[in-house]
């Protein structure tokens, strides 16, 4: 049987180039299987403070970009870290601008979490993305923890993943739960 192909739309909550987060989006995207296509956002940090007075005609340019992003993906990857036990400001400034859209309700999602913390950051983002109606898929859920380590010891602790089938199970999990979805 051949299977459709899958592009998912990575969106990392830190917006620094070398966080753990991006590091972790990026080591799927480098592993990601046939037919599975993963583009990392690089949109967030450039996205104006949330404002509803700019929604609908008003709608700055930037925003549509990033919401159409989304709307073309056929699911989401989200890492995340923990700041002040909290969802990072200008992620949850990205949230707040698709909140009253149409592009991501029922919207599969996954969480690549890269630290072995940060639970309340993973619990206030499934409260606000199920408000949102996005579909969390649990079963694709991972967490590496790279945080608080080196460089060379993050390299290391994605090898071991990648070795060991953890990454590419995940992204497997994520792509079947879309495709028995579809």
């Known amino acids: 049987?051949?299977?459709?192909?899958l592009s998912f739309y990575a969106l990392c909550g830190s917006q620094r180039q070398a966080s753990t987060s991006r590091r972790l989006l990026e080591?799927?995207?480098?592993?990601?299987p046939d037919g599975v296509s993963i583009e990392i956002?690089?949109?967030?940090?450039n996205l104006p403070i949330f404002n509803p007075d700019q929604e609908g005609d008003r709608?700055?340019?930037?925003?549509?970009?990033?919401?159409?992003?989304?709307?073309?993906?056929?699911?989401?990857?989200?890492?995340?870290p923990e700041y002040a036990h909290g969802i990072p400001g200008g992620f949850k400034n990205a949230l707040d601008w698709l909140v009253s859209r149409d592009e991501v309700p029922f919207k599969p999602l996954m969480f690549a979490h890269a630290s072995h913390r940060g639970d309340l950051v993973l619990e206030q983002l499934t409260e606000v993305l199920k408000?949102?109606?996005?579909?969390?898929?649990p079963e694709a859920f991972l967490r590496v923890p790279l945080a608080g380590k080196s460089d060379e010891a993050q390299a290391a602790v994605l090898a071991e993943m990648q070795e060991n089938g953890t990454l590419r199970g995940s992204l497997d999990r994520f792509a079947q739960a879309i495709r028995e979805f579809t």
């Open 131 to 137: 408000t949102m109606s996005l579909r969390i898929v």
């Open 41 to 45: 956002c690089d949109l967030i940090g």
């Open 27 to 32: 080591a799927l995207r480098l592993i990601s």
């Open 1 to 5: 049987m051949i299977q459709c192909p």
């Open 59 to 80: 709608t700055p340019p930037v925003v549509e970009t990033f919401a159409a992003k989304i709307r073309d993906a056929d699911g989401l990857i989200v890492s995340c």
